[in-house]
């Protein structure tokens, strides 16, 4: 980063757009600020762009909502293609006009609302036929059906399928795919569908957590980054926390009800005439899961973000509570899908085997919303995306010491996931600055769960002396 001379610099190398009637603008003098998001529960990469107008372009252009954006912004020495948010080829469609406003001087603000070309491609595409091959296979069809020529991030699936897509988008496809796919890689199930600036990511959380980190980030105490003759330490600053709030913690309501702590599961061979139980158990089945502490540690152990807290007398944790119940269907013949066969009447495809993946996925990506998240600001660069790994230290904040002297808070700190992530360019202030929603699913130490810590109760029932309501009461009567 020899050319980065302060924290928050960027560069826009093209703001072009093309409006229906072929005329091509030029942006760069206009804009106000862009606004870009990423997020690995969508499934392209949005944004909008604040302009003031003196041209009256919104009349003469038009705009109308069918413009195409041609946008190039990096971070001044990252000149790698996969550093850059490079538009340019791959443009941005236009897709709304809002918040339009006189300001003065004959002068109009307004917001131009953007997304991939292939989100509008989508929406006016249906698939209706007979699709064949692994769940991985498969969507890499329904993005060429959308016409994707950007870079795609697949991890290989297990199994051969065939769907019947009957009139649907590509993008519904690619969700069921999504939710049904295991790793042929070892990975388990819990894949992701989303686009981020560096390409479209078809991948499960196991291989998203085995990414080297990109970023750490710290809060620095104010000051620290300057160094001796007043020069600022830029790779430091741009690890600095310049904000962060804790949004979310476990709840055990949601938790229970959702079957994250446990869940059973009845599948109904319809082929056989049979049905099969299965019973999952958060702590039971963690060390048959992928999550993101145990890629990162050197001794590949990590554990959950729950207690074994025993919560009854009968020495009943969260886990003997299996509140939710999942019923599907399934139909196998010989190990093999019998619902769909081939020309010659044999059965290749593979069934969806549910056990394998449906009850892990509830428990894993409700812990993705529900686990320890936090938002953080940062100054911002073009490196870092939504999907990838950062690790974090939030300093440890209380008045009194701990008896391990810690230094760093027990639970924000390590490896995060970045959820998804907000670059913002302000034009006035020439800075661009990153907000991140950052989760993690496990911890580097157990939490404690003593035995005998259960749910205080007390040692005689209230209801032996109790009575229905009215029975022993003397109720005044007007007659009387």
């Not at 980063?1 to 206009?30: H, N, Q, R, Y």
């Not at 050197?298 to 009943?316: A, G, Q, R």
């Amino acid at each position: 980063m020899a050319k980065l001379k302060a924290v928050g610099d960027f560069d826009l190398i093209k703001a072009e757009m093309i409006t229906s009637s072929g005329m091509v603008i030029d942006l760069s003098a206009s804009i106000i600020n862009i606004t870009i998001f990423e997020d690995t529960g969508m499934t392209a990469v949005t944004g909008d762009i604040l302009l003031q107008d003196s041209f009256a372009l919104t009349s003469v252009g038009p705009i109308i909502g069918q413009e195409y954006l041609k946008l190039k912004i990096q971070t001044p020495g990252l000149t790698h293609v996969e550093e850059t948010i490079d538009f340019t080829e791959n443009v941005f469609l236009i897709n709304s006009l809002e918040s339009r406003i006189e300001s003065g001087n004959n002068v109009q603000v307004y917001l131009l609302n953007f997304t991939s070309s292939e989100l509008v491609s989508n929406q006016r595409t249906k698939i209706s036929r007979s699709l064949k091959g692994s769940y991985s296979d498969i969507v890499r069809i329904m993005l060429r059906e959308v016409n994707c020529k950007k870079k795609i991030y697949i991890e290989r699936t297990a199994g051969v399928k065939r769907i019947v897509a009957p009139n649907v988008r590509p993008f519904d496809i690619i969700k069921m795919a999504t939710k049904e796919a295991v790793s042929a890689l070892g990975g388990g199930p819990n894949y992701l569908f989303f686009e981020t600036i560096k390409g479209y990511h078809f991948r499960s959380l196991a291989s998203l957590y085995s990414q080297s980190p990109m970023q750490t980030y710290t809060q620095h105490v104010h000051g620290s980054s300057v160094e001796k003759g007043g020069a600022v330490n830029i790779e430091k600053e741009l690890g600095n926390i310049l904000d962060f709030e804790i949004i979310e913690n476990a709840n055990s309501l949601t938790n229970y009800t959702v079957g994250v702590y446990a869940s059973n599961l009845i599948v109904h061979d319809i082929f056989n005439k049979s049905y099969k139980k299965y019973q999952y158990g958060i702590f039971d089945n963690f060390n048959t899961e992928n999550h993101i502490t145990s890629k990162h540690q050197k001794n590949k152990k990590d554990f959950p973000i729950y207690s074994h807290l025993i919560v009854d007398e009968n020495k009943n944790t969260v886990q003997d509570f299996p509140a939710r119940t999942f019923v599907t269907s399934s139909s196998i013949l010989g190990g093999k899908d019998a619902q769909h066969t081939t020309e010659n009447n044999r059965s290749p495809f593979s069934p969806s085997n549910p056990q394998d993946w449906l009850q892990r996925r509830t428990s894993q990506l409700v812990q993705l919303e529900q686990g320890l998240l936090l938002n953080i600001l940062t100054h911002g660069n073009t490196v870092v995306s939504a999907g990838d790994i950062v690790k974090l230290d939030i300093p440890y904040n209380a008045s009194f010491k701990t008896t391990k002297n810690e230094k760093n808070d027990r639970f924000y700190k390590g490896m995060f996931f970045v959820k998804r992530l907000r670059h913002d360019f302000d034009f006035g202030d020439k800075k661009h600055k990153t907000y991140m929603t950052l989760v993690k699913d496990s911890l580097e130490e157990t939490l404690d769960g003593p035995k005998d810590n259960f749910e205080p109760k007390p040692k005689t029932s209230l209801t032996k002396n109790s009575s229905t309501f009215g029975e022993e009461l003397n109720f005044f009567h007007p007659n009387q």
